[in-house]
């Protein structure tokens, strides 16, 4: 499909579940790809975002299973909610400098991913961003990220590296939840509170820094990090929550 020059928005559902679509190509006078416009099409192998587009709707491209690769221009601003999960063919994703927002779900169950790097000029990774991006190995997050929010990277069962940087002030609840290869995490010096869940069940979990500034470990914050062998609390810490540190059956100290 070789959509006109001249288009400035790709509407709701215009090319939603036309499975024989195998690639698309985009003018740069669009400006915004909207719900679902592209939802479902699952021989969909090669698409073309141009220079110009600041809004990836919600769903646009959910469900295309054939995509392998995409390259988010520096023009956009917003990557919808789940604007590409269930892509499980999607190897790689560029994410250009200009995205200020990951939206919710947006790469949830991508599960051909395998590395992704987050560039200064996001804010916020949403909730359930990449949930269940079980190939997802490796995730750089640049300085600028303020925000990880709730399962963002929830059962990410590859991930076995993740540096937060300090400019993060919260991670929500679960977030890395069930990330069984994650060896070692530094929680940044901003953060005042490890949410509920948020590394329940990283039983590959060795060292884990809890910093002085954090005041509070949630409910079953660290249960079953079996691997973890030691916890330094700071004296910041007026609260820990209920089986935050339950059947983490390595811990002596």
Known sequence: ??????????????????????????????????????????????????????????????????????????????????????CTGLKKVAISKGVTEIGDGAFMNCTGLTAVAIPNTVRRIGNRAFQNCTGLKKVAISKGVTEIGDGAFRNCTGLTAVSIPNTVTEIGAGAFERCISLKKVAIPNGVTEIGNWTFWGCSGLASVTIPKGVMKIGDRAFRDCTGLTSVTIPGSVTTIGPHAFERCTGLTS
């Open 1 to 86: 499909v070789r959509i006109p020059h001249g288009v400035t928005a790709i509407g709701p559902e215009v090319f939603a579940w036309r499975h024989n679509i195998t690639v698309v190509v985009m003018p740069d006078t669009v400006r915004v790809i909207e719900v679902m416009a592209f939802d479902r099409c699952t021989g969909l192998e090669q698409v073309v975002i141009p220079k110009g587009v600041t809004e990836i709707g919600v769903m646009a491209f959910e469900g295309c299973t054939g995509l392998t690769a995409v390259a988010i221009p520096n023009t956009v601003r917003l990557i919808g909610m789940w604007a590409f999960e269930r």
